[in-house]
């Protein structure tokens, strides 16, 4: 077994231990002043009769204190227990806040039908997902029958999650943990929550410019320069004596008795649509840097979304054309926002089968693209295309002598992107995709195409 698992499994049967480091501290001190009490006992100065006195109330009052504690928090826990194999699911639910997802922030609504809160202590829960996988710990403490006798009235509370990736989770089961008012007991009760949950890309606040569209679908802005309407080889019209007689399809003529005519492709000044196209296709193996790989989609997402996000504020509608297949089964979110959370890197659908020059305004590309696969579409574009690179070494970007610094007087939150940034600095991932990066930019900077780096 991996050092890694044996920690997170360690981890996860560690919730079901009722004790806690603070009942431990104050045993010892507790156990301590009984000590100092004892050897003081035979001095004989004016003050001894009275100290000892009020050091004993202070004990017995602090033992009393944690026995009510404990009763409480055990009565609510049992009570649970059993509403629990009583109601069976219905004692716990959990959904998503789509409104929350307006304001780039994930809420997650909690209800405990059944729970009861100790006094003057806490409910808390902590989702799990990936089986060993927790979510860090939120507290239910809303009454969801304001009562005034609040016995059995039940618990819910929204609480802002904070899940790592951009992806789609799938919790299996969650904890319910009973604390009381001084942090000495948590006594953990495990409950099933067959609940899926996308944590969506968010806005990076990124402006753009003005980017002309290519595809025509309604007459609804007038653009600049004239697009191609499309015509030729897909409408037909019947003929007229002003047609051209060498447009009449002799094809269907010869089948169906009929003489039609294509209509030929026209200079419309009117646009409606800009298309928009994110490629996922990488060349890169990352089955030996899951961390890095996850890190790097995530930065990737969220730069793509940012820029649909932009391009709608403007006058001309966008459609996001996805390399990959994905039903969105909810319909209050926004399908683009779905599409990408879910979308992972892929080895199939290569850049030139995936992007279309004609219709395309803007296109995606990360670090880790084709090279040939670059030039072949730099070839087939016009001027009027936008290419986004999208540096995915950015996101490990740090200021090594300022951090080591800060270090001395400071400690970092310990979370995996820290992590990751310290070991960038010499880590083999890091040369190769500069390197890959530098071949990219030179690429684009001799295309002629209108070029923006993120």
Same mark, same amino acid.
């Given at each position: 077994?991996?050092?890694?698992?044996?920690?997170?499994?360690?981890?996860?049967?560690?919730?079901?231990?009722?004790? +806690?480091?603070?009942?431990? !501290?104050?045993?010892?001190?507790?156990? &301590?002043?009984? +000590?100092?009490?004892?050897?003081?006992?035979?001095?004989?100065?004016?003050?001894?009769?009275?100290?000892?006195?009020?050091?004993?109330?202070?004990?017995?009052?602090? /033992?009393?204190?944690? /026995?009510?504690?404990?009763?409480?928090?055990?009565?609510?826990?049992?009570?649970?227990?059993?509403?629990?194999?009583?109601?069976?699911?219905?004692?716990?639910?959990?959904?998503?806040?789509?409104?929350?997802?307006?304001?780039?922030?994930? #809420?997650?609504?909690?209800?405990?039908?059944?729970?009861?809160? %100790?006094?003057?202590?806490?409910?808390?829960? #902590?989702?799990?997902?990936?089986?060993?996988?927790?979510?860090?710990?939120?507290?239910?403490?809303?009454?969801?029958?304001?009562?005034?006798?609040?016995?059995?009235?039940?618990?819910?509370?929204?609480?802002?999650?904070?899940?790592?990736?951009?992806?789609?989770?799938?919790?299996?089961?969650?904890?319910?943990?009973?604390?009381?008012?001084?942090?000495?007991?948590?006594?953990?009760?495990?409950?099933?929550?067959?609940?899926?949950?996308?944590?969506?890309?968010?806005?990076?606040?990124?402006?753009?410019?003005?980017?002309?569209?290519?595809?025509?679908?309604?007459?609804?802005?007038?653009?600049?320069?004239?697009?191609?309407?499309?015509?030729?080889?897909?409408?037909?019209?019947?003929?007229?004596?002003?047609?051209?007689?060498?447009?009449?399809?002799?094809?269907?003529?010869?089948?169906?008795?009929?003489?039609?005519?294509?209509?030929?492709?026209?200079m419309d000044p009117f646009a409606s649509h800009i298309y928009m196209y994110a490629?996922?296709?990488?060349?890169?193996?990352?089955?030996?840097?899951?961390?890095?790989?996850?890190?790097?989609?995530?930065?990737?997402?969220?730069?793509?979304?940012?820029?649909?996000?932009?391009?709608?504020?403007?006058?001309?509608?966008?459609?996001?054309?996805?390399?990959?297949?994905?039903?969105?089964?909810?319909?209050?979110?926004?399908?683009?926002?779905?599409?990408?959370?879910?979308?992972?890197?892929?080895?199939?659908?290569? !850049?030139?089968?995936?992007?279309?020059?004609?219709?395309?305004?803007?296109?995606?590309?990360?670090?880790?693209?084709?090279?040939?696969?670059?030039?072949?579409?730099?070839?087939?574009?016009?001027?009027?295309?936008?290419?986004?690179?999208?540096?995915?070494?950015?996101?490990? +970007?740090?200021?090594?002598?300022?951090?080591?610094?800060?270090?001395?007087?400071?400690? %970092?939150?310990?979370?995996?992107?820290?992590?990751?940034?310290?070991?960038?600095?010499?880590?083999?991932?890091?040369?190769?995709?500069?390197?890959?990066?530098?071949?990219? &930019?030179?690429?684009?900077?001799?295309?002629?195409?209108?070029?923006?780096?993120?």
């Open positions: 077994m991996k050092f890694s698992r044996l920690i997170a499994s360690l981890k996860y049967y560690w919730q079901f231990v009722p004790f +806690r480091l603070n009942l431990v !501290l104050a045993v010892v001190i507790m156990w &301590l002043a009984s +000590r100092w009490l004892h050897s003081t006992e035979t001095e004989t100065n004016s003050f001894q009769g009275i100290t000892m006195l009020m050091a004993k109330i202070a004990l017995v009052f602090s /033992g009393l204190i944690i /026995g009510l504690s404990l009763l409480s928090t055990c009565f609510c826990f049992l009570y649970f227990i059993y509403q629990k194999k009583k109601k069976g699911s219905g004692s716990f639910e959990i959904a998503m806040d789509i409104e929350s997802y307006k304001n780039d922030l994930l #809420r997650i609504q909690t209800k405990l039908p059944f729970a009861l809160k %100790p006094i003057l202590g806490f409910i808390k829960v #902590r989702l799990v997902y990936d089986k060993t996988q927790m979510t860090d710990k939120y507290i239910v403490n809303d009454r969801i029958k304001k009562q005034f006798i609040s016995f059995n009235t039940g618990l819910s509370s929204k609480n802002a999650l904070l899940l790592p990736d951009i992806k789609e989770y799938s919790f299996s089961h969650a904890f319910i943990y009973f604390e009381d008012m001084l942090q000495f007991f948590s006594f953990a009760a495990s409950v099933k929550a067959n609940q899926v949950i996308c944590n969506l890309p968010h806005s990076l606040l990124l402006d753009t410019h003005d980017l002309p569209p290519k595809k025509t679908e309604e007459e609804k802005v007038r653009i600049e320069q004239l697009r191609k309407v499309e015509g030729e080889l897909l409408s037909y019209k019947k003929f007229e004596d002003s047609d051209d007689v060498r447009r009449i399809v002799w094809k269907i003529f010869a089948k169906n008795k009929e003489l039609v005519v294509r209509v030929p492709e026209i490629s996922f296709f990488n060349t890169q193996n990352f089955s030996l840097y899951p961390d890095y790989q996850q890190v790097m989609i995530n930065r990737f997402k969220n730069c793509v979304w940012t820029i649909y996000d932009a391009l709608s504020q403007k006058e001309f509608d966008v459609k996001y054309q996805s390399d990959q297949d994905i039903t969105n089964p909810n319909q209050d979110i926004d399908h683009t926002r779905y599409t990408l959370a879910l979308s992972e890197w892929h080895h199939n659908k290569t !850049l030139s089968d995936y992007f279309k020059p004609r219709h395309g305004s803007v296109l995606c590309i990360h670090s880790y693209t084709s090279t040939a696969e670059l030039e072949l579409i730099i070839a087939a574009s016009d001027p009027q295309t936008t290419i986004f690179f999208i540096q995915l070494s950015r996101v490990f +970007r740090s200021h090594y002598l300022l951090n080591w610094f800060l270090r001395i007087f400071f400690k %970092p939150k310990a979370d995996r992107l820290s992590t990751l940034r310290n070991k960038w600095a010499i880590h083999p991932l890091k040369f190769q995709t500069l390197n890959k990066e530098k071949v990219l &930019l030179s690429l684009l900077k001799k295309s002629g195409l209108n070029i923006e780096t993120i």
